[in-house]
């Protein structure tokens, strides 16, 4: 089976492909899905700290060169997170299906099945870039420019969309966790709800940091 069908398996029948790469997990496929991933996070990284000087006061007069660290900081950091994400994800969900009685293995077979689940956060990296090439409507002038830009009605859709492509990553990730730890689908869905449930966390907390909450 090519790399392609997985992908599109994965993506009409999450059950039955995540049980074929529960059996025959290829860690080079789920490196290219967080490769590409982490492409689209470096290019809508680069869109910001580009737009920046544009939409926040003071930032135009800063020197060239530091708004060119600025932005090659951000794409680097935005090219070695996923890669560090996917690393410490799979780390927590092996040991909590351990915990549960999981009898799956961390490399290659859960490492490659947390990287596929991570393949629909690839379309939210894509409307992440068309939501930052529209940040030149916006204007941001003082120090409320961070809560306009969360209460912005763009932002608000883009996030919505976002919690909905994270639920959608658990399901698949629920689905891996079943096949290769031959756990209880109870204590699959509890261990697979772990990212989404701190994705939840962190967006509440930092609307609360802000005051839209």
């Known amino acids: ?6 992908v599109k398996g994965i993506i009409s029948e999450p059950k ?12 080079e496929e789920a490196v290219m899905i967080i490769g590409i991933y982490a492409i689209i996070t470096a290019i809508g990284a680069y869109i910001q700290t580009y737009k920046m000087p544009n939409n926040f ?45 999981g009898e799956g293995k961390f490399y290659p077979q859960m490492m490659t099945i947390v ?8 379309f939210n990296g894509i409307i992440s870039i068309g939501f930052s090439s529209m ?10 420019a961070l809560k306009e830009l969360y209460s912005n009605p763009y932002f608000l859709v883009q996030m919505l969309v976002g919690i909905i492509i994270d639920v959608w990553s658990t399901i698949i990730l629920y689905f891996g966790i ?14 697979a ?10 967006l509440i907390f930092t609307f ?4 839209i909450i």
């Open 115 to 122: 990287g596929f689940s991570m393949l629909p956060l690839i």
């Open 208 to 211: 609360r940091v802000i005051g």
């Open 16 to 27: 039955k492909y995540m049980n074929n790469i529960s059996d025959q997990p290829m860690i």
């Open 57 to 101: 006061q003071g930032l135009d007069n800063m020197p060239y060169s530091m708004q060119s660290l600025i932005t090659i900081s951000a794409i680097i950091a935005a090219l070695i997170m996923p890669f560090i994400v996917w690393i410490i994800v799979t780390g927590v969900i092996h040991l909590s299906s351990i915990a549960a009685g």
């Open 178 to 191: 079943m096949s290769a730890q031959k756990v209880s689908s109870n204590s699959s869905a509890i261990i």
């Open 135 to 144: 940040m030149e409507t916006m204007n941001f002038t003082d120090a409320t």
């Open 193 to 202: 709800a772990i990212p989404l449930l701190f994705s939840v966390i962190s």
């Open 1 to 6: 089976m090519s790399f392609v069908e997985r």
